[in-house]
């Protein structure tokens, strides 16, 4: 059973950091690209970041300079360091991975079930 579970979240002042992991279980973590989403009320989930196996990235030009994905194959986590949070920051954030092209389940997408973050104002 493939599971992705994020941990970190919560309440965060303005211009606070916070760090979220998220650790896979049940996939060849070695063969995904892992990305945040978020999605708050109202809008559509968008790519926060992501990251492949080699430490490829890319981020939303809403949070460079800001947050920094990074990842641990050794223990299948991926991590998002989020500094100078601001209200617009709050969403639910969601962990994926998604089968490399180089993977035999290219395309395959994987979803965790989301932390909250709350960045107050």
């Known amino acids: 059973q493939v599971q992705l579970v994020e941990s970190g979240g919560g309440l965060v002042q303005f211009g606070g950091s916070s760090r979220l992991s998220c650790a896979a279980s049940?996939?060849?973590?070695?063969?995904?690209?892992m990305g945040w989403y978020r999605q708050a009320p109202g809008k559509e989930r968008e790519l926060v970041a992501s990251i492949t196996s080699d430490g490829r990235i890319k981020y939303a030009d809403s949070v460079k300079g800001r947050f920094t994905i990074s990842r641990d194959n050794a223990k299948n986590t991926v991590y998002l360091q989020m500094n100078s949070l601001k209200p617009e920051d709050t969403a639910v954030y969601i962990c994926?991975?998604?089968?490399?092209?180089?993977?035999?389940?290219?395309?395959?997408?994987?979803w965790g079930q989301g932390t909250q973050v709350t960045v107050s104002s």
């Open positions: 994926n991975g998604e089968e490399a092209e180089d993977s035999p389940w290219r395309g395959y997408l994987y």
């Open positions: 049940g996939i060849i973590f070695s063969n995904n690209i």
